[in-house]
Structures are given as C-alpha cells and as structure tokens.
C-alpha cells in the first residue's frame, strides 16, 4: 500500500494508482482486519478465557485481565490499520484523520464481534458442544446489564479502542512510548503480584504491598495511579539511556569489556542469591521450578542450538535422570535400595544417563532432519513407557512410580526437599551455573566450532575432517546429562516420581522455551525459561497466573507462532543465529559499514602490486 | 617435477550409479610434487572421481589407493585424516562461522583437545588453541591481503564469490593435506581473478609441497600451471600427457565436440 493509497482525502500524485481503487483496496483492508479481529475476539471469548481471567484484577473492581484481554484487541487492531508500508521514494504522508477513522471503524467491527456473540448468547444454547457458551459468559460480555446494553456497549469499546489505537499514530513517539509504557508496567506489575508482594514483604515494607494492592488480588487505586505516574516519568525522562548505556558497554573493548561482563554476572549472582531469602516460599518455588526448566533448556539448547540436532525426546534424559536418582536414594524403590546420599547418586545418574543417550543416539545420530526429529520422539515416549510397563514394574514401580524419596542432604549440614523451596532453588542455582559455564565453555572451543558446521553443512564438515557421527554424539550425551541434573534434583525435591511426570509435552515445552528464547544464545534460553515457566507455568507446575493454566498451551502455541513471524531469532537471540535468519540486512549493514568486499575494486588493486 | 612416487592410484575404478556408469574401469596415477589436471566435457565423471577418492559416493568396483593404501570402506573425515583435502564445485562454506572460524575448524582432524579440556581450560587446551588459530591465521596469509586483516571475524558471508573461492581453498589447505583436490577453482572468476590463483596453485605446489589434482574447464588455466592433463569421457579415461599433445589430440577435440573452439583459441593465444 503506497502513501496515496493511505489517504484518499487529500489530493494524491496523478501518476500513482486512481483514488478511486485506492478507496476501494483501504476498505477492503479494513473490513477484513476488522473482520479478522472480531473472529479473534469470539474465539477468545468462547475459549473461556475472560471467564476464567476475569477473577484476576489489574486495578480492583474496574479492570480484570479478562477485560485486558479482549479489550486491547481492538486497539491494536486500530493501531495496525494505520500502518504504512515504507517504500522507498515514495513520500509517506503525515498521519491525520483517516487513522482515526480507520481505526475507530475497524476497532467497531471488531468490537461488534463481541455484540453479535452477546445477542447469539441471549438467544441459543449450545453449550452442548460448546463448553464455554455459558451464562457466566452473557454475564461478563453484557457487564450483567441485559442484552441490548451487551450489544450496544461492545460497539462502543470496540469504536473507543480503535480509535484510542489509531490515535496513538498520532502522537509523537516519545508521548507514545510514554504511555504504552505505563499501561504495560500497570498490567505487569500486577500480574507479578505474587512476586512483587512477597519481595515488598521479604524486606519488611509490607505496608507498602498492602496500600499497592487489594485484598482479593489487583492493584488499588491509587496505587496503579503511583505506578503508572512513576514508569511515565521514569520513561519519558530515562528515554533511550538504557539502550545507550548497552551500546556503551558494546562497544567496549579488551580488558573494559571483561571487567563490565563480570561485574554484570557478579550483580546477577548477587541478585539471585539475595532474592530468595527476601521472598515466601511460594515465591522460591516458583524461582526453584523455573531453575529446573532452565537447567533442561540449557540442555537441550547444546543439542538443538549449537549441534543443530532437532531432539524432540529429550524428556527421556529428564525421565531417566529422575528414576535414576530415585531408585538410588529412595528407601521405598521396589527392586535396588541402597539409599545412596544424593550426591553420590548423581555419579551414577551421570554415567547411567550418559549410556542412555549413548544407546539412543547412536542409532538415532546417523539420521538428518526430519527422520531423526520423528526417531527422538519415539524414543522419548518409549523410555516413559519402559518406566510405565508391567514388565519393569518390578524395578521403577510402573504407574504408581517409586514414592517416598529423600531430599538432598548436603554435608550433614541440611536437608534440602520439597519442604525448603528456597534449598531447592539454591541447590538449582548451582547447577544452572554449572550448565551456563559448560554451554559456555564448549561453545568456544574445537568441539564447539566442529558443532557449528555441523550445524551448517554435515557433508562438508565430514569432508573436512570431522567425525560427524562422534561430535553429534557428544553433543547428545551432553546434554542428555545436564537435562540429568534437572531430573535428579527434580526426584528429590518433589519426592516421588510417576511415568505422568514424563509426558511428551514436557519436551515440547522445553523446546518451546529454547526456541522461543532464542535457540543457541544462553542468555536468551534463561529469559525464556523465567518468562514461560515463570509466568505461564510449566507442563505441571503453576507460573505466576495460575489462573492461566488451562489456556498455557494455547498461549504457548500462539506465542510460538508470532515469535516464527515476527522475530525467529528468539527473543535475546545469538549473533550468529540474527546473521543465519537475517543474512539479507546483515549483508545490507554491513555493506553500509564498507565491510562487504567487491570483486572489481580491491581485486584490481592487490592485482597491480602482485604483478612483477 | 615428479618424484615418480606414486601418491595416488585409482586402479579399475567404477562407480554404478543403478545401471549408469559415472566411472568405467578408470585407471590413472598421481605421482609426488605434480600438478594434474583432470578435463572433459560435462558429465564425464570428473567430479564423480573426487568425490569417489573422498568417500562422498560409494565405490562400485576397482580400489582408491593412497600412499600405498586402500582408501576404500573409509569415512569422508577418516580420508582427510589420512591427508587428502577437497573443495567443492559449489562454493560450500560455513557462512555464518567467521573467515578464521572456518580455517579453524578444519584442524579438527589434525588437534586432539577435547570437552574435558575445554572445560577445565587446561594449558594443553590454550595452547592447541593458539595453534590452531596460528596455522589459520598463516594459511589465510598465503592469499595475501584479500583475506587477512579486519576480514578474519566477520562471517564468511559477506566475502566476495572470488574470495570465497580462495577461502574454500584455505579451509582445505588447514587440515594439512598432502594432496589437495581442487573442484573448478577459477569458476565465475573474471580473467585476472583466475591469472593470479592460477600462479598460486604453482605456488601452493612450490612452497607448501602439496600435490593437487584439479578439475578445469578455463582452458587457458589448464595449459599455465598443469604438469600433465587427464583427459576423461564417459567416465573412461581418453587419453593423458601434456597439454600440448593433449589438445591437439582428435579424440578430445571430438570429446569436446562443439566445445572445440575453446581449446583452439587457448592454443592460439
């Protein structure tokens, strides 16, 4: 859509396409954003989601997420409408009234989505096949005042919503990002209402937490007023500081950028050591569930990430990592008992762990692609069914699984179990740091380069002179071992094992988190694992919106989809990883930086001194 | 320049690809120091014959010998092992790993070091690493300035198609070979571009003692820097000898069919 196709009002170039098409094309736009929002609207709706968020408050008694979901529908709808396509050449008009209008009309048929599920509500029942057609349902999208108010009012925000969307076109970027900012951080902060209470309480400004938020969950009042009134400031003020703060210690140099590094992870360290001693231990259990997953995530990401080995499976390393530390330290394991303190059954999850992914991989490892993707999946289940069946029952207890396991005693000093959260999250901490310096470590060294072009190319790092098949292996067995480490500690904390806890789920969702943090950047594996595992929850565990548990799959698949459109990379993605996906605008930048050589000009000049 | 010490021997080489025979009882020596190349019109198997010697396709009937040993039942890495080197007719880098990366990694056969050193940083680690790094850094040197410099950390990707050749070629000459197979080196490259890694192919020979076999069809290339010139058709060998004898021989002539003026205006010139 050129500039003139945007504004039929004013008077476009007369070499470009007719206005008259032009009007047509934006209604066409409009009619099916709208249309697209609307469907989007119901099926959030009928997926019983704002029922089931509506018991979560952002700002008590006026907003609930359940509102804050279908609600910023249409004002993102508004905002996108607006969007102009850039080309180049062509002048990009001034954004005015045909945004607003634009959008206010496309946010009202979104909007009027909602007002025809509300009539439809009143006059049908079909919650035979559909669950959520339900009278709670009339009852939130009618705000409880009867149907014509339902389908009246729908209308209206979603016209408010397109229009509030498409006026942010409108104003100028520093007041934009001001605003957005303050909506965002209002909605965040209180859905980390566990976190940030339980922090507010942990250094006694308890208080504070009580005047921040209400009884039953959400912010109060004047306390979202206090919050959105300091991240305005802070973002119309602190504007671009941080991004130039991180460009600085980019562009340093030597030993300057060694010493910002290690200061950084020494801040890190410090954080995540002080914080758990400040919060509940709801709060460390979360911290502790969210380490377990990054410790698999840092697994996996070896083998998908710098190996480039699409292992959908991995749960087994996980599931063997568990029975195995189970069956050595549990006083109740049907077969062996020989109740091992933990730490020394983790020699033996290593080596025991370290043989299976041998066993599997060697078969497996000799396949590319899509062969070996599907075999790791077979694999992943036949180990949990091997743990499930009656001819191993004997050994791993089949479904009733093996009970009863100890925690980890550590030095005589403590016991860290299922009743110390914060122990487990210490005890998590450890390892994460282990499996961060290994990911580190071998990623910068020859295995880790052999890894990388296996990743690029295996036929010709086989001809090169690398053993595909021995450092594919490796790579497998090393992170078959740190996924281990997360199933060992896993086993004691939760004290019992069951082959349920191995779902082939578990697997999606650690691929999910790599894939989603950003596949081969360790820093981004972590983020993902804090933002997936730590909000949404994990396949078992609750994230921070419980309330969100029923729809995680959902919100993972739908996050997985935008993040392939819109960001492939990852959310903190490697270097290298940008360069693979985005090999176009890498080269553009870097021609722009005269870094791209040509053929013609410096292959003439060394030509002339070479020549005798 | 021959030492006559046979390097290479393919003896009654075939290579059946389901009733299509890409090589037909081929026979043909490389001996020390030389500098063969291997021409024919397209399809006559020569780069099936490189990538039969380099294990990339499997052996119908006949045997690869090297230094006196069988290659066959051999694995592509366990080829390079034994010092023989290749690049491709399609330019096939790691182009997202840096210029000096891609050097590096191709020592792998040639460097021991493993995780646990890695992991524990041993010296015997740092040390393999410095000298890894150096053996890439001198043998990205031999192409002069056109791959040394700022060049080395950038990612393979942004060098020229010229220069990927000549990096191609570098990433051979790190696993430290004795016989380098050379795929078309001079393809797409303007004529001063393919003067000048002509006469480095002389002096890969002169000064890194390397024995190359390479696959040719700038005719001029051929006729500059190759000892003797192995002519192939069908995948039958049609005949071998200078570059002299070789093109003004009927039979390659007739081979080329059509393709006959290339090698007259070559002699011409």
């Known amino acids: ?612 | 320049m021959n030492s006559g010490v046979a390097v290479l021997e393919i003896r009654d080489l075939t290579i059946d690809f389901g009733g299509l025979k890409a090589l037909n009882s081929l026979n043909m020596e490389v001996y020390e120091g030389e500098i063969v190349s291997v021409i024919g019109p397209n399809g006559a198997g020569k780069t099936t014959l490189f990538n039969a010697i380099s294990a990339m396709v499997p052996v119908t009937s006949g045997d690869i010998v090297f230094e006196g040993s069988s290659l066959l039942g051999l694995d592509p890495n366990q080829v390079t092992a034994r010092g023989l080197a290749r690049t491709f007719q399609n330019v096939r880098l790691f182009t997202n790993m840096t210029i000096l990366e891609n050097v590096m990694v191709a020592q792998h056969c040639r460097t021991r070091q493993g995780a646990i050193g890695a992991l524990l940083n041993t010296r015997g680690f740092r040390s393999e690493e410095d000298q890894i790094r150096a053996q890439g850094e001198k043998v990205l040197g031999f192409f002069g300035s056109r791959l040394v410099g700022f060049r080395l950390n950038q990612p393979a990707s942004v060098l020229s198609y010229a220069n990927r050749r000549r990096l191609e070629i570098a990433r051979a000459m790190a696993t430290q070979p004795k016989l380098l197979l050379l795929d078309e080196p001079v393809a797409g490259m303007n004529p001063v571009e393919s003067a000048e890694l002509t006469r480095l192919i002389g002096r890969l020979r002169d000064e890194w003692d390397f024995t190359i076999v390479f696959i040719e069809h700038d005719m001029s290339v051929v006729r500059d820097v190759s000892d003797r010139v192995v002519v192939l058709n069908h995948g039958e060998l049609l005949t071998e000898g200078d570059y002299a004898d070789v093109s003004v021989d009927p039979r390659v002539i007739e081979a080329y069919l059509g393709q006959d003026t290339i090698i007259e205006d070559a002699t011409a010139s």
């Open chain 1, 1 to 612: 859509m050129t500039a003139t196709e945007m504004r039929p009002g004013t008077a476009p170039e007369p070499e470009l396409a007719p206005p008259r098409r032009a009007l047509d094309q934006n209604w066409r736009r409009l009619v099916r954003m709208g249309a697209v929002a609307a469907l989007v609207e119901v099926f959030i709706a009928l997926s019983g989601m704002p029922v089931r968020l509506d018991e979560r408050p952002v700002i008590v008694s006026i907003l609930s997420l359940g509102y804050v979901f279908i609600g910023a529908i249409p004002i993102v709808v508004g905002n996108r409408i607006g969007r102009q396509v850039r080309r180049e050449g062509v002048p990009i008009h001034k954004a005015g009234g045909y945004e607003l209008l634009a959008g206010t009309l496309a946010g009202a048929i979104a909007g009027a989505g909602l007002s025809v599920l509300v009539a439809l509500l009143t006059h049908f029942d079909i919650r035979e096949p559909l669950v959520n057609w339900s009278p709670q349902l009339l009852e939130l999208l009618s705000f409880n005042r009867g149907t014509v108010f339902g389908v009246l009012i729908w209308l209206g925000i979603g016209a408010v919503g397109g229009f509030i969307g498409g006026g942010l076109r409108l104003l100028p970027a520093r007041l934009r990002r001001t605003l957005l900012t303050m909506a965002t951080t209002v909605v965040l902060i209180s859905i980390l209402e566990q976190l940030v209470a339980d922090l507010v309480s942990g250094v006694r400004l308890e208080s504070v937490a009580d005047w921040f938020y209400g009884r039953r969950g959400g912010l109060t009042h004047s306390g979202a007023g206090v919050i959105a009134a300091i991240a305005g400031v802070a973002s119309f003020f602190g504007r671009g500081r941080l991004k130039a703060a991180r460009a600085h210690v980019q562009s340093l140099e030597g030993p300057a950028r060694t010493r910002a590094t290690s200061l950084m992870i020494l801040l890190t360290a410090a954080v995540l050591i002080v914080v758990p001693m400040l919060v509940g231990s709801l709060t460390n259990e979360l911290l502790a569930n969210v380490g377990l997953f990054v410790l698999l995530a840092l697994g996996l990401n070896i083998v998908v990430g710098l190996a480039g080995i699409l292992d959908l499976g991995y749960v087994a390393f996980f599931a063997v990592g568990s029975y195995t530390a189970a069956v050595l330290t549990a006083a109740t394991s049907p077969r062996i008992n020989p109740e091992f303190p933990w730490f020394v059954a983790l020699i033996f999850v290593v080596i025991v762990t370290g043989l299976v992914g041998l066993f599997i991989g060697a078969p497996v490892i000799r396949m590319r692609g899509d062969y070996l993707a599907i075999v790791t999946l077979g694999f992943g289940e036949i180990i949990r069914l091997l743990f499930l069946s009656d001819w191993l029952s004997g050994w791993f207890g089949g479904a009733q699984g093996i009970t009863a396991i100890g925690g980890v005693e550590i030095f005589g000093i403590t016991t860290v179990d299922g009743t110390n959260p914060r122990g487990v999250f210490y005890l998590v901490l450890v390892f994460c740091a282990i499996a961060i310096y290994v990911s580190w470590r071998l990623e910068r060294s020859r295995l880790g380069r052999a890894w990388m072009a296996v990743r690029e190319d295996e036929t010709v790092a086989e001809a090169m002179g690398i053993n595909t098949v021995n450092v594919k292996l490796l790579a497998f067995v090393v992170g078959a071992v740190l996924g281990s480490f997360s199933g060992a500690i896993f086993a004691n904390k939760v004290g019992s094992v069951f082959p349920s806890s191995f779902l082939i789920l578990v697997s999606m969702v650690i691929l999910v988190v790599v894939i989603f943090g950003g596949m081969g950047s360790i820093v981004g594996v972590i983020a993902g694992a804090a933002l997936l595992i730590g909000v949404l929850g994990g396949p078992k565990q609750p994230g921070l919106l419980a309330e969100f548990s029923e729809f995680k799959l959902l919100i993972y698949g739908a996050l997985l989809v935008w993040m392939m459109l819109a960001r492939p990379e990852g959310l903190i993605p490697s270097a290298r990883r940008t360069r693979e996906l985005h090999q176009e605008e890498f080269l553009q930048d870097a021609w722009l930086r005269g870094e791209v050589d040509t053929d013609d000009g410096d292959g003439n000049e060394s030509e002339a001194t070479e020549r005798p």
